[in-house]
């Protein structure tokens, strides 16, 4: 089971699951905030709501059914994959 954790961005916690796209965007992007790059800002912050990776959506999911769980840790982990390879193309 992978951990939900919160992630800070312009001051706000965010709940993400560790490692996951969102969290890394969501990182990128409160890092470029405080390096005052605002053009970077907004587009790092507007891949990560596009991204998976949302620590409630996750919890739920476990929570409500583990079949349901598990086939949305694999559907997560190929969103993931493909969202890595766009970027690295």
């Not at 890092?31 to 790059?37: M, Q, S, V």
């Not at 998976?52 to 996750?58: H, I, R, T």
């Not at 059914?65 to 969103?79: E, F, K, N, Q």
């Amino acid at each position: 089971m992978k951990n939900v954790i919160p992630v800070r961005y312009r001051n706000v916690d965010y709940m993400v699951v560790e490692g996951s796209d969102k969290h890394r965007f969501l990182r990128e992007a409160n890092e470029a905030w405080n390096d005052g790059n605002l053009d970077a800002t907004r587009e790092l912050f507007a891949l990560a709501l596009a991204s998976p990776g949302c620590g409630f959506e996750y919890r739920t999911m476990m929570s409500s059914d583990p079949a349901l769980g598990a086939a949305y840790l694999t559907y997560s982990d190929w969103a993931i994959q493909q969202s890595e390879a766009a970027l690295n193309a």
